[in-house]
Structure formats: structure tokens, C-alpha cells
């Protein structure tokens, strides 16, 4: 049980509990949840998620074990997933929800606006931008491709040990695109 001190002339009073089943209430406080970060209206939530951001790296969003833990003074990004978005420190703008969605990327200092759901989507890209990767595997062996949409369960998931570098590429659908290679 959490309590708060009073205002005025109220009385302690219980603002956060767990029952007996594990579930988590929260008092109406007219407050916010937060999470302690040396930069602006970051939220944390998960072992080492967000945990380097420094003084600088503002409005990010990392829910999960490693998710965005690279993250330093990049901004406006959304981490969500075991290792998603865990190797960026300082590029912005890129959104990663899944197991290790965007992993490998580091843009530094970079706006990417690069967007990557499913599991291990756009794992290996590494300085692709402006891209959208929907679908589990979804361009899984891209490493710097640009201004490309792969939507759809392994949608231009490449050759392993040939990585996707090519820009401007789309691939609808299951499989789409699933041996796309240089």
C-alpha cells in the first residue's frame, strides 16, 4: 500500500495497492504515473528499459526487458517488446513494438521515422529511415534500406549473409518479396 502525505487539511490517504491477487489499483490523484529519467516526460516500465536515457532524451517510451536501453539523448521514440529498439542512443523518431523489432538500429542523431511491428521485425536494420515494417520477420535481413514498406509475415524478409540494402522497395503480403537480396 502507498500512501500520500496530505494536502491542506486531508488526511493520509491509500493511493496505490496490490490485492492479494496480484492486482494493481491507483487512487483518482489527479497525477500522472512516472518514471525517474535525466531527460523530459519519458516512461520506463521493464529491466533495464530506457535506463541510459540522459539529460536530452526526451518524450521516449520503453516498456520491456532491454527495450530502447541504448537510448541516451534521442527523442519521440516508442520501444515495446524484449529488445526492441535496444541498440539506438541518439536517433529519433522510430517506433519498434515486438520481440527485438528494430534492434540493431542506430540512426545517431538521426530523425529515422522508421516503424517496425511483429517479432523480430527489421531486426538487422542497422541506418534505414522513413520505412515500415509490419509482420513477423518482416524485413528481417535489411540492414540499411530506405523509404521501403514490407507488410505481412516474413514481407521482404531477405537472404541471410546477403543483407537487404536496396531503397524505395515494397512488398505486400505473406512472403512478399522473400528472397529480395542487395
Not at 537472404?159 to 536496396?166: A, H, K, M, N, S
Request: net charge negative; no cysteine.
Amino acid at each position: 500500500v502507498f500512501l500520500t502525505t496530505p494536502d491542506n487539511s486531508e488526511t493520509m490517504r491509500e493511493v496505490a495497492k496490490f490485492d492479494n491477487a496480484g492486482n494493481f489499483t491507483m487512487a483518482a490523484t489527479s497525477g500522472t504515473i512516472q518514471t525517474a529519467t535525466s531527460g523530459t516526460s519519458n516512461f520506463r516500465a521493464g529491466v533495464n528499459a530506457g535506463n541510459s536515457i540522459a539529460s536530452g532524451g526526451n518524450y521516449n517510451v520503453t516498456v520491456g526487458d532491454e527495450a530502447g536501453t541504448a537510448i541516451t539523448t534521442g527523442d519521440n521514440n516508442t520501444a515495446v517488446g524484449y529488445q526492441a529498439l535496444d541498440a539506438e542512443d541518439t536517433g529519433g523518431n522510430s517506433t519498434a513494438i515486438g520481440h527485438k523489432a528494430l534492434s540493431s538500429q542506430n540512426n545517431d542523431d538521426v530523425n529515422t521515422y522508421n516503424t517496425a511491428v511483429g517479432s523480430e521485425a527489421a531486426i538487422t536494420l542497422t541506418t534505414g529511415k522513413q520505412s515500415v515494417f509490419v509482420g513477423g520477420q518482416a524485413a528481417k535481413f535489411a540492414t540499411t534500406a530506405t523509404s521501403s514498406t514490407f507488410v505481412g509475415h516474413k514481407a521482404g524478409l531477405g537472404v541471410e549473409g546477403t543483407p537487404l540494402t536496396g531503397n524505395s522497395n515494397t512488398a505486400i503480403g505473406q512472403q512478399a518479396g522473400l528472397a529480395l537480396q542487395g
